[in-house]
């Protein structure tokens, strides 16, 4: 792990003299600051990613033969079919730029010394911050990567990670979402058709349990599901559990390097994400999650253009569901 004031040291006494020492020491903390913010996007288990693309298989039928048998049974072959679905992966990227002119300013004002001795590392802090959590505003407005882990990969003519509503929506396209999902047809395929529900209601006990018992006999694991919604939705859920306090117990999220303290209903954890939509409630197989990583984020100057120093943060990876009808959207919620 990198610090703050170990980056902005090297930083400063890197720069002139060893690219390579500073290539390594900006990466570590880059990835250290994302590793240490408390987004939907540090709860998602990440893989190694191989190739021009993302390339899995899922499996429809069952092997008709398997259980009880005689002595010499008939060999039967084809009973298991593999689908083979195909993703690519998506550019994230902040760019951090600073003129020699404000360089110079900041490092000799006094307000500034003994808190930050780069404003170049100050560009370089808040652009990884960026690239992350960037606020959310329309479907034509770049946002940052935990807010597009929430939506449906169209935003900025289709530059946006495949979130959880590309892969969350069943075979009847009930929240009009993509119908063609990894080069397959949703509902031509079962494993691609999650449950929704778009009833206008509040967020209650006996919608979770139904929907907990939906997943379970399409054949998720109980014991990795969570709960993620907005913070307004489980600010509400709380009010409504007060006076049955036993129903809420707390647990703890790894997230990045810390942990973080979440209720829990049914012993299934409920994470609240300013990035989740107004309205949404998600209920995760997280088994079924994975982020392909490409290359990890990571910082490259760019060419100088007048005095100035500047330079990208970049990342290329994307959100794979192994199994969208183990989880489940619920909309229109409060």
């Given amino acids: ?10 930083l400063t006494s890197y720069a002139a003299s060893s690219g390579v020492q500073l290539q390594t020491v900006v990466d570590t903390y880059v990835n250290d600051t994302i590793n240490k913010m408390n987004v939907f996007y540090n709860l998602i288990p990440k893989k190694q990613g191989i190739g021009g693309s993302i390339v899995w298989e899922s499996y429809k039928g069952f092997f008709t033969e398997a259980g009880q048998s005689s002595e010499n049974p ?6 298991l079919t593999p689908d083979q679905f195909t993703m690519g992966y998506k550019i994230q990227q902040a760019t951090a730029e600073v003129t020699d002119y404000y360089e110079t300013l900041f490092q000799n004002n006094p307000n500034h010394i003994g808190q930050a001795a780069s404003l170049f590392a100050e560009k370089v802090n808040k652009a990884t911050e960026a690239i992350m959590a960037k606020p959310y505003v329309d479907t034509n407005t770049k946002y940052g990567l935990n807010g597009q882990l929430f939506r449906d990969g169209t935003a900025v003519v289709n530059l946006g990670a495949s979130g959880l ?3 969350l929506d069943d075979s009847s396209n009930t929240l009009s979402g993509p119908t063609t999902v990894a080069g397959k047809t949703r509902s031509s395929y079962t494993q691609l058709c999650a449950t929704v529900d778009t009833a206008t209601e509040a967020l209650s006990e006996a919608k979770l349990r139904s929907t907990f018992a939906t997943l379970e006999t399409a054949g998720a694991d109980y014991r990795k599901f969570m709960i993620v919604t907005t913070p ?12 049955a306090q036993h129903y809420v117990n707390t647990t703890e999220l790894k997230v990045g390097f810390s942990k973080t303290m979440v209720p829990t209903f049914d012993e299934v954890p409920m994470y609240a994400d300013k990035d ?28 100088k253009t007048g ?15 192994r199994a969208s009808n183990f989880n489940a959207v619920l909309t229109n919620k409060s």
Wanted: hydrophobic share 40%; proline share 1%; charged share 25%.
């Fill in 276 to 303: 989740c939509p107004s309205g949404d409630a998600f209920v995760l197989d997280m088994g079924t999650w994975e982020y392909h990583v490409l290359k990890d984020f990571f910082y490259e100057d760019l060419a």
């Fill in 232 to 243: 307004t939705i489980l600010a509400n859920w709380r009010n409504r559990q007060q006076s």
């Fill in 307 to 321: 005095a100035t120093k500047k330079g990208f943060i970049r990342q290329y990876g994307n959100l794979i569901c």
């Fill in 74 to 79: 008939a060999v039967i072959s084809g009973d």
């Fill in 165 to 167: 509503l590309y892969w």
């Fill in 1 to 10: 792990m990198v610090t703050r004031e170990e980056f902005e040291y090297k």
